[in-house]
């Protein structure tokens, strides 16, 4: 296979990574700098985001997407959510007809309220079938260094995501595949806003039990929302649902958990923003995602308070106290 992977931040890098260990594949990374790519290319590793490193030999780096999607069978796209539609807009003319669309992505776009699927299809006019999504719990520096990790590819096209999982299969890289877009795509998009929250409590020194508790109902929100937009709830029980949920919520690797906790301390968005140094998803798409549950009339109350939270309308404090003030319910995914 000859993959393209746009572009070379710590997750498309480390993807990229695992295509060139599996066999036969050619895979050529987009940089936007020229440093990144003349170091991965001659001192096989990417300083900027996955430092001390080693990358595989085989892997190349072009700042030219023009010829990283030269006769590509995979364009496998990893940049922020919200840049997504002005990139597309320039790649698109360089997409091949035979070429597939994989996304890395795990945001919402902000004035649309689109999966990112969603906006591949609108912008480049590729057909669902051939779009895939990569999710579940990958931490970019954990996969680059070679640990155990699996994941979920996801297609309409169940051809297209066996071909991917092939092309992509590794003796620490393990892929499933998925025929739930829909599920795959909410479970990675809703778990960075639960990670948030995650983040707040344990920046203001909230114990474990807390953490659970936000974990297990951050689950039922994503539940409660992806069935009415068409998921399957079995995908939520799966990798890029309960999976992904656990490892950005724990780990201190989760750039989204880390924003949450420099909340919680204090800082503003902007503070954290700059503390976290690399985008956290969950901060710009959490408004999407709350706008899409009242537009199906679903309840998302961790959610709106991270959304309430990250606008400046309540502060920390007030944040804890409203979701531990919520009426009584009985224990159901759709309460």
């Known amino acids: 296979m000859k993959i393209a992977i746009l572009s070379a931040g710590s997750w498309g890098t480390a993807f990229a990574a695992v295509l060139a260990d599996a066999a036969g594949n050619d895979v050529m990374l987009h940089a936007r700098r020229d440093e990144i790519a003349d170091a991965i290319n001659n001192g096989h590793e990417n300083p900027a985001y996955l430092p001390g490193i080693a990358l595989p030999s085989t892997l190349r780096a072009t700042t030219d997407p023009a010829k990283a999607l030269a006769g590509a069978d995979f364009m496998v796209v990893s940049i922020p959510a919200q840049s997504l539609r002005a990139n597309l807009t320039q790649w698109a ?27 591949i299809t609108e912008v480049t006019r590729v057909p669902a079938e051939r779009v895939a999504v990569v999710s579940g719990p990958n931490l970019a520096r954990e996969i680059a260094e070679k640990q155990p990790a699996a994941s979920v590819i996801a297609s309409t096209d169940e051809t297209v995501a ?12 393990r892929p499933y595949t998925n025929t739930d877009v829909i599920g795959c795509e909410l479970g990675g998009a809703i778990k960075n806003v639960i990670a948030l929250a995650v983040g707040l409590a344990g920046g203001m020194g909230l114990g474990d039990n807390a953490t659970a508790l936000l ?68 901060v710009k798409s959490s408004a999407a995602l709350l706008a899409l549950a009242h537009r199906y009339g679903v ?17 920390v404090t007030q944040a804890a106290d409203r979701l531990l003030a919520r009426a009584p319910k009985p224990e159901r995914y759709d309460s």
């Open 162 to 173: 066996k071909t991917l999982q092939q092309a992509c299969m590794t003796p620490y890289f």
């Open 215 to 282: 974990m297990t109902r951050g689950l039922a929100e994503t539940a409660r929302l992806g069935t009415i937009l068409g998921a399957d709830p079995l995908t939520f029980s799966g990798l890029a649902g309960v999976g992904d949920l656990i490892t950005t919520c724990s780990s201190r690797l989760s750039r989204n958990r880390t924003f949450g906790e420099h909340l919680g301390q204090g800082m503003t968005v902007d503070e954290a923003t700059v503390a976290t140094k690399q985008t956290a998803e969950g």
């Open 93 to 119: 003319p360089l997409i091949e007809p035979q070429t597939v669309v994989v996304s890395l992505m795990k945001g919402i776009e902000t004035h649309s309220g689109l999966r990112m699927s969603e906006v």
């Open 299 to 315: 309840e998302m109350p961790i959610t709106e308070v991270v959304v309430d939270v990250i606008k400046g309308r309540i502060n």
